[in-house]
C-alpha cells in the first residue's frame, strides 16, 4: 500500500454548481425578492421570527467559502495554526 498523502483537489464541478445554488438561493431570500408574502416566517414571532434570516446567512457564508471566498477566516481549515501577528511570525 502506498502512504503518501493524497492531493487535494478542491471542489468538484458539482459542488460548485451546489455552492452557486446557495449563494442564488440565499441571495433572493436575502434581497427580499417576493417582498414577504412567498414563505416568509414572519419576524414579530419572539426567537423564531429571525431563524430564517440566521439560516440564509449561514448557507450564504458557506457557500462563498466553497467557492473560495472566505467571509470567515478559516471556516474550512481546522488544522490552522495560531492568527500570525503584524511582522508575520507566529
Do not use: R, W
Request: glycine share 14%; proline share 9%; with cysteine.
Amino acid at each position: 500500500m502506498d502512504s503518501a498523502p493524497l492531493e487535494s483537489t478542491g471542489p468538484t464541478l458539482i459542488a460548485k454548481l451546489i455552492a452557486i445554488g446557495g449563494v442564488l438561493l440565499s441571495c433572493a431570500y436575502l434581497g427580499n425578492i417576493g417582498a414577504g408574502l412567498i414563505g416568509e416566517i414572519p419576524d414579530n414571532f419572539p426567537v423564531i421570527g429571525n431563524l430564517d434570516e440566521v439560516f440564509f446567512s449561514g448557507l450564504l457564508i458557506v457557500s462563498l467559502a466553497k467557492l473560495g471566498i472566505n467571509i470567515v477566516p478559516n471556516l474550512h481549515s481546522p488544522q490552522a495554526g495560531p492568527p500570525k501577528n503584524i511582522a508575520g511570525q507566529k
